[in-house]
C-alpha cells in the first residue's frame, strides 16, 4: 500500500520519518531516490537500480519510476511515494466527443493500440493529424502533461491547439518562458536544461517528433520524468546512426504506423513526384570537374573513403591538420555547391514559378547560400534560422493566408510548420537524408477540397547529387507510383 496516493501538485515532498518495513520513494534532480532498505535487498534487480552510498540508499533514473512502483505493489511492500507531485486534469468527461473534429478511423486505431500499454510510438505522416492522436491520449490519461517540441514555433502551435481542444491552462517553456501549468509545452532544448526541476510533475509525456530524442543530449529529457504513460509521435523515427533503438526504453515501442501511399487520397492530398534534370555550364563543369579532382585526390591519398562509417570524419580531421586538407575541404564545399546552385537550376526554377503562379509553393535549399540567392533573384519572402521570430510568423501569416504564394528557405521549415494551402513543393537541393525529404514531402499533403500535390525535384547531371537523391527517396513515399523523371 501507499501513504501517498493523493500527491500535492507540483510539491517536492520530503519522506520524513519512514515506518520499519516502510520504502521511501523521492524525486532527486532527475533521478528517484529509494529509502528504507539495504543494499542486498531483492528490490536491487529493479532495471537501472543502484546502490548509492551517499544517500544510504537506491538510486535509479526518474524513467524507471513506473517499474519501481509496479514492483512494490505486485510484492504488496508498504512504500510512500513522495517522488510523485503530478494531479489529474479537470477535463470534462464528454471533452473528447465534443472536439472540433471527429477522429479518422486510423486515429481511432493508433489510440487502441497505444491504450494497451500506454507507452509507445506512433509513426504517422506530416498531416496526419499526430496532434490530434496526442489530445485524444491526453484526454483518456487525464493527468498532468508535459508536450516536448522540437521548436518554438512548434510550441506555439501546440499551446493554441490544446488550449482550444481541452479547454484548460495551457504552460509553455522556452523561448524566454518558463511558466509551468497542468499542461505544459516545452522545446527539447528547454527540457533538456531544466528538466530535471520538473520532471516529477507530470504523469503524461508527449514527445513530437520524437526521432530527436534519442540524440546525446536530448536523451536525458526522458530520463529525467518519472511519467508512467508516454507517447511518441513521428513521421519518420528511424535514425540514421540506429540511435532510434533507444526509443523502445525511453518511450515504448513502435505501437502503430500509417506510411503516406495508405493514406494519400483519402486522408492526405493525392501527390505526384517529379525528377527534372539540368546540366552544368561548360564552365561549371570544368569548375566542377578541377574541385572535385582536389579533394578526391586528397582522400584518396589517405585512404579515406567517404562511403565508409566515419569517413566523413576522418576527412574533416584531416583535413585540419594541414594547409592541402583545407584546401581539399573547400574543394569539397565548392564541387558541391556548382552541383546544388547550377545557374541552370535557376531558370529551372522561374519556368516552375511561372507554371505555378496561381499555387502556394514552397521551394528548399540545402544551404542559407541558396536560399538567399533564390529570395534575391525572384524578390520571394524568406526564412532560414536567422530570421528573428516576430518577422517569421508574420511571413508564414502571409504565406497562409494567400497574401504572398511563394517562400524560399533551407532546413528550418522541414518540420513542424503547418502552411495547409501550400500544394507545391521545389526540392533545389537538400542532403541525403530520408527523413528530410520525406518531411518535405509531407509540408505539401494536407487534405484540401481536390487539392493534387506535386514535388519537384531538381537535380543536376552527372555530379554527386544524384547519388545523394538515391539515397534519400529510399522510402515508401517514392516507389514509384506518382512518380516520374523528366
Known sequence: MTESSQPVRGSAAELGDLPPGTVGVRYDRGSLVVEGLAP???????????????????????????????????????????????????????????????????????????QKTRRGVVELPTGAGKTRLAVLALLDVRRDTLILVPTLDLVAQWADVLRRDT???????????????????????????????????????????????????????????????????????????????????LIGPLVYRKAIPELSGVYLADYDVRTLYVD??????????????????????????????????????????????????????????????????????????????????????????????????????????????????????RFRDGHWPFLVTSKVLNEGVDVPRASVAVILSGNASVREHVQRLGRILRKGGDKRAVLYEVLTRATTEQFVSDRRRQHDAYHPAGTDEC
Open 40 to 114: 542486498d535487498d531483492a528490490l536491487k534487480d529493479v532495471p537501472g537500480l543502484v546502490w548509492d552510498e551517499r544517500v544510504g540508499g537506491f538510486r535509479c533514473l526518474a524513467l524507471r519510476y513506473a517499474d519501481l512502483v509496479r514492483r512494490l505493489v505486485r510484492e504488496r511492500r508498504p512504500y510512500r511515494d513522495a517522488a510523485r507531485a503530478y494531479g489529474e486534469l479537470a477535463t470534462r468527461p464528454d471533452a473528447a466527443a465534443n472536439l472540433p473534429e471527429e477522429p479518422y478511423p486510423f486515429q481511432r486505431e493508433a489510440l487502441a493500440a497505444w
Open 167 to 249: 479547454g484548460l491552462p495551457v504552460g509553455t517553456i522556452g523561448g524566454g518562458s518558463f511558466d509551468i501549468a497542468p499542461v505544459t509545452v516545452s522545446t527539447y532544448a528547454s527540457a533538456h536544461r531544466h528538466g530535471e526541476r520538473f520532471g516529477h510533475r507530470f504523469g503524461f509525456a508527449v514527445f513530437d517528433e520524437c526521432h530527436h530524442l534519442p540524440g546525446e543530449a536530448y536523451a536525458h529529457c526522458a530520463e529525467a520524468l518519472i511519467a508512467p504513460f508516454r507517447l511518441g509521435l513521428s513521421a519518420t523515427p528511424e535514425r540514421a546512426d540506429r540511435r532510434h533503438e533507444l526509443l523502445d526504453e
Open 280 to 397: 552544368l555550364s561548360p564552365r561549371e563543369r570544368l569548375d566542377y570537374e578541377a574541385q572535385r579532382g582536389i579533394y578526391r585526390r586528397f582522400v584518396s591519398d589517405l585512404g579515406i573513403s567517404l562511403s565508409g562509417p566515419r569517413g566523413w570524419q576522418r576527412f574533416v580531421g584531416a583535413a585540419a591538420r594541414t594547409p592541402e586538407g583545407r584546401r581539399a575541404l573547400d574543394a569539397y564545399r565548392a564541387q558541391r555547391h556548382l552541383a546544388f546552385a547550377a545557374e541552370a537550376k535557376f531558370a529551372r526554377l522561374a519556368e516552375l514559378l511561372q507554371r505555378h503562379r496561381n499555387d502556394q509553393v514552397l521551394v528548399f535549399t540545402n544551404d542559407n547560400r541558396t536560399a538567399y540567392e533564390v529570395s534575391r533573384r525572384f524578390l520571394l519572402p524568406l526564412i532560414t534560422h536567422q530570421t528573428q521570430m516576430a518577422e517569421r510568423a508574420e511571413i508564414l501569416r
